[in-house]
């Protein structure tokens, strides 16, 4: 099976991968746990068989032996970013084995780093109430200097409450406006307002047919529920002015109640 084995890199891998398991399978069941054992040491070149390694040694508490795989699951599989995430992520429970809470807010940091929100809050149970917003602080102002913040950043700002700086990040994507104003409009409500205002007429302005009218007049629904019927209703015939040479648009701005 092995020798008929052709394709690409990763086909190739897939499908050797595939029939070693079973192997295996076959090993661990008639030969008894050493074989077993040794079957899978011997191919840790393969992601698949690298884990069993790593959980075994876990559940043995050889945590030195699990940073080792792992370090080395890092350097072999760095074209693949889902693997390197795992290696690092058994990393971290090793160093947790281990009693290095420096290599493990290393790490999660890193994680987090990612976009996996889930890293961000082992790290915060990491530290002190006391010391938490200094190293919040670093946190987001990395992130601030980002061109484009991954998604991981304003979930950060909810979870902290740094409700300003949400804000601000709307202030700089105003389609943003529309998935968090709820977290928003009880504190900024004229800005909220100013800012869904500004992100609908910039849709109108690239709609261009009755589909994407209908879209525009579904987010001026949405302003409706966030900002009031009345101001709503300025808005609508604002936009009726402005845009009187399109009939399709004026049509949907007109079934909206």
Excluded at 25 to 44: A, V, W, Y
Excluded at 50 to 71: D, F, G, P, Q, S
Excluded at 138 to 156: C, D, N, R, W
Excluded at 228 to 244: C, F, S, T
């Amino acid at each position: 099976m092995l020798k008929a084995v052709k394709g690409d890199k990763w086909d190739t891998r897939y499908e050797t991968t595939r029939i070693k398991l079973l192997q295996w399978q076959l090993i661990d069941r008639f030969d008894g746990e050493i074989p077993s054992f040794e079957f899978i040491l011997n191919h840790t070149e393969l992601s698949a068989f690298r884990e069993k390694a790593i959980v075994y040694y876990l559940n043995k508490k050889e945590y030195n032996e699990v940073l080792k795989l792992c370090v080395e699951g890092q350097l072999i599989d760095q074209e693949h970013s889902g693997l390197v995430t795992k290696w690092k992520q058994y990393q971290i429970e090793a160093y947790e084995g281990l009693g290095d809470m420096d290599k493990q807010r290393e790490l999660a940091l890193e994680l987090m780093y990612g976009n996996d929100y889930e890293y961000f809050i082992k790290l915060k149970s990491m530290y002190e109430p006391d010391e938490w917003p200094l190293v919040r602080e670093g946190i987001v102002t990395v992130f601030e200097k980002q061109t484009y913040p991954p998604s991981i950043y304003a979930k950060i700002l909810i979870e902290e409450m740094l409700t300003e700086k949400l804000l601000a990040y709307c202030k700089r994507e105003r389609y943003y406006i529309e998935q968090f104003s709820p977290y928003l409009k009880s504190e900024f409500p004229n800005e909220v307002d100013d800012l869904y205002r500004q992100f609908i007429e910039s849709e109108a302005v690239k709609a261009s047919d009755r589909k994407k009218y209908r879209k525009v007049c579904k987010i001026i629904k949405t302003y409706n529920n966030v900002c009031g019927a009345d101001r709503a209703k300025v808005l609508i015939e604002h936009l009726k002015q402005i845009h009187i040479n399109r009939p399709a648009f004026i049509d949907e701005l007109t079934k909206l109640k």
